[in-house]
């Protein structure tokens, strides 16, 4: 079992920033792949960004290049660094790990951009 939560969400102005954090407690070592993922109302959710644990990214297309996920190995943590948010950024955001065939969910935090 690996409990992950997420904390860093908020309300901010459209080109502001935001950081997410998802510390999980298991290593992440052992986790094959890691990511966020948003669900806004009414709509599906989707993923934003994934890491794997070699080291390899995945965007989606509407947030390459303003956004960034990271990885702290030390500190079982993975990071979604949101830069030049849109109102059409705001969701709730999941954090997510896979490991041996199992996907793993946190609670959520929600992002909301005013514009």
């Known amino acids: 079992q690996v409990q992950l939560v997420e904390s860093g969400g908020g309300l901010v102005q459209a080109g502001g920033s935001l950081r997410l954090s998802c510390a999980a407690s298991?290593?992440?070592?052992?986790?094959?792949?890691m990511g966020w993922y948003r669900q806004a109302p009414g709509k599906q959710r989707e993923l934003v960004a994934s890491i794997r644990s070699g080291g390899p990214t995945t965007y989606a297309d509407d947030v390459k290049g303003r956004f960034t996920i990271s990885r702290d190995n030390g500190k079982n943590t993975v990071y979604l660094q949101m830069n030049s948010l849109k109102p059409e950024d705001t969701a709730r955001y999941y954090c997510?790990?896979?490991?041996?065939?199992?996907?793993?969910w946190g609670q959520g935090t929600q992002v909301t951009v005013s514009s």
């Open positions: 997510n790990a896979y490991r041996f065939g199992i996907d793993y």
């Open positions: 298991a290593s992440i070592f052992s986790l094959s792949r």
